[in-house]
């Protein structure tokens, strides 16, 4: 059974920084894309930032600039640098992992940003 664990979310104030973590951990015999959604209330869950095995970046035109996304093969662990936070940052964040050549999910993370 594979599972990603989140941390990292919390409440930071507007301009603040927050560093997301999201180790997977089970029966892992491949990694290959991993990334980063969110979801506000009301809306649909949209693609952050993902970084492919071979360290691709892509990010969403809403992040570019102020978010970093990073991995760290032999921890079996991503990574999202948030800087320049704004309250429109505020959601749930979820971890994605293609593993074993399957879609997994995290349980999501809560970041609040006030203005």
């Known amino acids: 059974q594979v599972q990603l664990a989140e941390s990292g979310g919390g409440l930071v104030q507007s301009g603040g920084s927050l560093r997301l973590s999201c180790a997977a951990s089970g029966s892992i015999f491949s990694i290959g894309a991993m990334g980063w959604y969110r979801q506000a209330p009301g809306k649909q869950r949209e693609l952050v930032a993902e970084?492919?095995?071979?360290?691709?970046?892509n990010y969403a035109d809403s992040v570019k600039g102020r978010f970093t996304i990073s991995r760290d093969n032999a921890k079996n662990t991503v990574y999202l640098q948030m800087n320049s936070l704004k309250p429109k940052d505020t959601a749930v964040y979820y971890c994605?992992?293609?593993?074993?050549?399957?879609?997994?999910w995290g349980q999501g993370t809560q970041v609040a940003v006030s203005s």
């Open positions: 994605n992992g293609r593993i074993n050549n399957l879609s997994f």
């Open positions: 970084i492919t095995s071979g360290g691709s970046r």
